[in-house]
């Protein structure tokens, strides 16, 4: 049995421990939503302002140059890259994941369309997040493919000839689960197709290589693990092999081999500086920036591996004292124990007010959200940047008394007298 | 001869005057450059403070339903709406200029093919900003439709049996020569085809009224003359009567019509917003409602007419200055002086030097900018929120010493050796 003298211990060992110091983190609160929007590290407020304040206010236009608004995108892609397995040069920070994914996916289909023009399938997990699933319908109805979604365990039978490209999120949104990126990326290759990955609860919370995988195409997400703030921009990589082969259709200026000579033909830049499209939000990149941050500070503390090794010990942990304290209260685990198969959240299902519960928790400053089902899911994301062995032990012991009181009960019901 | 006393009696008068005040201009500096970064509000840098401190910092997750961060997009829109003569509820602001232009054209083309299929080309002018070319050139690839680039001059001939869609800048970028969009929308219609129009130099600058134009589809950009911060969000608007036709390719979950049922497929919302597609930098959306605080600030003085009014009364001066104390310098007038025809800036052509000239001016702390020819121009916006009569006195007082010292040889000889 876990104790609380067990969890402080660990903590007290945890060479990641004063990373938590980076955080401006509300008292009272024990933050287990970062996998939605990460936290706001503190010396973001003064650089945003000086952004605001100097390169805005007094450098004015000529701040694209003197400010090095510029290669913003490179700059902080390139830090994105350390991250996962990818090189200097390969990753550039940009507009939304959803949009990313169509300029990655429409490249893909592009290079099928060329080399193997007979493959029509698109392949997919039912459960993979949605806006995923709608860029995919959107550009195979437009070219001509068809998405075909299914769970994860049928994806090596499905891979064959008519497969144009495998399109997976690497860690699943609603379980948790988490894909084995260089297997299944071997798999979709033997069988002849291209795959896209989307990184979103990955980047900044498991160790990812690219390189390693031999993947073809990756997307991710700025505001998740990266801790860039609210709608921070996404990112996107493409196999230095693929880089060059065709345009993206979001073929604007800022992917233009020369941007500045205002050339009526597009001519797409080299690499993947041709996946940029439009000017991008300089202060939310600004952000991201100060997010990244954050994730390379851990650099030299032994970088992703020692983060990853910290989230597996906070889930183990959390999996652990859920079974202990909160045993006979309906919950069932929806994200697999082996270590290699979990991201870097712990889902909880529950037959009946789950949502109530998370509501109940939030009113308790325990914040994880709600994803409908079934089955209905409460999720808990685990960072190991800011999160305390501690906070776990709090955080089981606000569910256990959240269900042992009935207090999500009463938040059920106001939640019905509400709707009503 | 207007005389510096004459320009400090306009500004004694002038309703707009106190307006200036509204924004953080450094001291030293007359930006003529608002038509490619407007400057910032004075207000914008606590309020961006507020939503990182608070709002994200404290809120966290939580702000996206207590901080509104949800309807950003829609509320931004319908204030941005009150400025182009579209409708609330019609506009939404989001990702930049080139991918909302990607939107509304893949739209307009989706409609021709079902409703006019035999209509296969995109008329726009070869001047038009290039990403606008770009964007088009990569559509009409995709889609097997013809670019066809045109002067100005050549539209109405143009337009004919074949045309699908006329899309073009309304304020032309190089040369602030404007279209008269209710005429060039009707002829448009009158020969079958559908208008794209790009307000990037209008909004806040010019009177647009989408509506009494009968405009099918327009887009815009945040960071010109709304004042919306480096890289801020675009906008979209879409005729009601076109809107729910069909789904845009860019069919993120932003854009469904249920967004957290987390439904597999894909039901585009109803009206403006299934042109949403991705999470929306939220700091940078921010800092564009500041901006867009200026600019209808001036609406209970007179709104964009009275703006208006005051942008034309500036060029004029502006030219007239210019012809007055810079004769015989080799400048030539690009910008119409007819005022249906103008814009709210003035360019100005050189055969020689026109590079170095802007950078002269620039060290001065007088800010344009030059875009490369043939011909060559210096390019000078005027914002009637914060640009004094004065201001374009002293611009060209500048401008005519730049040219009679030969400074500005000076500052090209050391370009050269740079790049040398």
């Avoid at 100097?54 to 290669?71: K, M, P, T, V, Y």
């Avoid at 996962?84 to 990753?91: L, M, N, S």
């Avoid at 991008?280 to 591996?305: K, N």
């Amino acid at each position: 049995m876990t104790t609380l003298a067990d969890c402080r211990a660990l903590d007290a060992q945890d060479p990641l421990g004063p990373l938590r110091e980076l955080f401006a983190l509300p008292a009272g609160v024990i933050y287990l939503d970062g996998n939605s929007l990460g936290p706001l590290p503190k010396h973001a407020g003064e650089r945003i302002a000086r952004a605001v304040k100097e390169e805005w206010g007094e450098g004015l236009i000529r701040s694209w140059n003197s400010a090095g608004w510029f290669d913003l995108p490179q700059r902080v892609g390139d830090r994105i890259a350390t991250l996962i397995g990818a090189r200097a040069g390969e990753v550039v920070a940009t507009d939304s994941t959803s949009i990313n994914l169509f300029k990655v996916l429409s490249a893909a289909l592009s290079i099928v369309r060329a080399d193997a023009p007979a493959r029509r399938s698109v392949i997919s997990e039912r459960s993979n997040f949605p806006t995923d699933l709608y860029i995919a319908q959107a550009l195979c109805r437009e070219r001509g493919f068809e998405l075909q979604l299914i769970e994860a365990e049928q994806i090596p039978g499905a891979l064959g000839n008519d497969t144009a490209v495998l399109m997976l999120t690497h860690v699943n949104y609603r379980t948790g689960a988490m894909h084995d990126m260089a297997a299944v990326t071997r798999a979709a290759h033997a069988a002849g197709a291209l795959v896209v990955w989307d990184l979103a609860h990955s980047a900044g919370a498991v160790e990812v290589d690219l390189h390693a995988a031999q993947a073809d195409f990756a997307v991710g997400c700025g505001y998740k693990y990266l801790n860039g703030g609210p709608g921070a921009p996404a990112f996107v990589w493409v196999h230095p092999r693929h880089a060059e082969r065709f345009w993206q259709p979001l073929a604007g200026w800022w992917g233009h081999a020369a941007p500045f000579a205002f050339s009526s033909d597009y001519s797409p830049a080299a690499g993947i500086a041709r996946y940029l499209c439009g000017t991008q939000p300089v202060l939310s990149m600004i952000a991201l920036d100060c997010g990244l941050d954050t994730v390379l500070v851990a650099q030299p503390l032994g970088g992703m591996a020692a983060l990853r090794r910290k989230s597996l010990a906070l889930t183990d942990l959390f999996i652990a004292l859920v079974e202990q304290h909160c045993a006979g209260h309906g919950l069932g685990l929806a994200t697999p124990r082996e270590h290699a198969l979990r991201g870097s959240q712990v889902c909880l299902t529950r037959g009946e007010g789950a949502h109530a519960i998370v509501q109940a928790l939030i009113a308790r400053g325990v914040i994880g959200d709600f994803r409908a089902g079934p089955p209905d899911i409460l999720r808990f994301g685990f960072t190991p940047l800011y999160m305390r062995f501690e906070d776990v032990w709090h955080a089981v012991q606000h569910l256990r008394e959240v269900l042992e009181s009935g207090e999500w009960r009463r938040a059920e019901f106001s939640r019905q007298q509400a709707v009503t």
